[in-house]
T-cell receptor, first 118, second 115 residues
Framework: GAVVSQHPSWVICKSGTSVKIECRSLDFQATTMFWYRQFPKQSLMLMATSNEGSKATYEQGVEKDKFLINHASLTLSTLTVTSAHPEDSSFYIC??????????????FGSGTRLTVV | AQSVTQPDIHITVSEGASLELRCNYSYGATPYLFWYVQSPGQGLQLLLKYFSGDTLVQGIKGFEAEFKRSQSSFNLRKPSVHWSDAAEYFCAVGAPGGTASKLTFGTGTRLQVTL
């Protein structure tokens, strides 16, 4: 249970283009999705929290116009990196949770997306 | 604000030897505590978690962790390390009471296993 599927696993894009990353909850309804970023050899930093049907809440220092998050359904949340630049190259990973479920549905992550901007 | 400290950036152990990875947290009450493992280029795998109750928690792959309130610690242990355990290990803390709490991660400990 509590499986989160994340796609793509890796993506290379040109500077100035946009990239969309998807996270799907396969066997539960993800009422909340957390998006993290991990730079090489560093820890995971929370970027934003999204609740289904609501606007995402961004952590301090994260540009909401650059990292667009959509959580229009209980099984799908997307992160779009707009006008990507080389400094956006990172590992992006999501975590889905479900209110009303046991805690076992709250602490598994997607497999991550390695973004390289050239 | 919650925080996690993993004092050891890098640890090397011999295969078959015991392992202990340290984790200290800062939180106003007893938080939820987690250990994750990450292999190179991979996502995070949950090893174990502590919510309440028995302070010795058993996880997957033969790992265990002990919550010590007096020391604000949640150290990860394994009695006999296998070469496949080489990876990055992250300790994390979350607010208790629900699954929709933010997790704060430590900086990680890289485990190297020598044969």
């Amino acid at each position: 249970g509590a499986v989160v599927s994340q796609h793509p696993s890796w993506v290379i894009c040109k500077s100035g283009t946009s990239v969309k990353i998807e996270c799907r909850s396969l066997d539960f309804q993800a009422t909340t999705m957390f998006w993290y970023r991990q730079f090489p050899k560093q820890s995971l930093m929370l970027m934003a929290t999204s609740n289904e049907g609501s606007k995402a809440t961004y952590e301090q220092g994260v540009e909401k116009d650059k990292f667009l998050i959509n959580h229009a359904s209980l099984t799908l949340s997307t992160l779009t990196v707009t006008s990507a630049h080389p400094e956006d190259s990172s590992f992006y990973i999501c975590r889905g949770t479900s209110t009303g479920k046991s805690a076992n549905y709250g602490y598994t992550f997607g497999s991550g997306t390695r973004l390289t901007v050239v | 604000a919650q925080s996690v400290t993993q004092p050891d950036i890098h640890i090397t152990v011999s295969e078959g030897a015991s392992l202990e990875l340290r984790c200290n947290y800062s939180y106003g009450a007893t938080p939820y505590l987690f250990w994750y493992v990450q292999s190179p280029g991979q996502g995070l795998q949950l090893l174990l978690k502590y919510f309440s109750g028995d302070t010795l928690v058993q996880g997957i792959k033969g790992f265990e962790a002990e919550f010590k309130r007096s020391q604000s610690s949640f150290n990860l242990r394994k009695p006999s390390v296998h070469w496949s355990d080489a990876a990055e290990y992250f300790c994390a803390v979350g607010a208790p009471g629900g699954t929709a709490s933010k997790l704060t991660f430590g900086t990680g400990t890289r485990l190297q296993v020598t044969l």
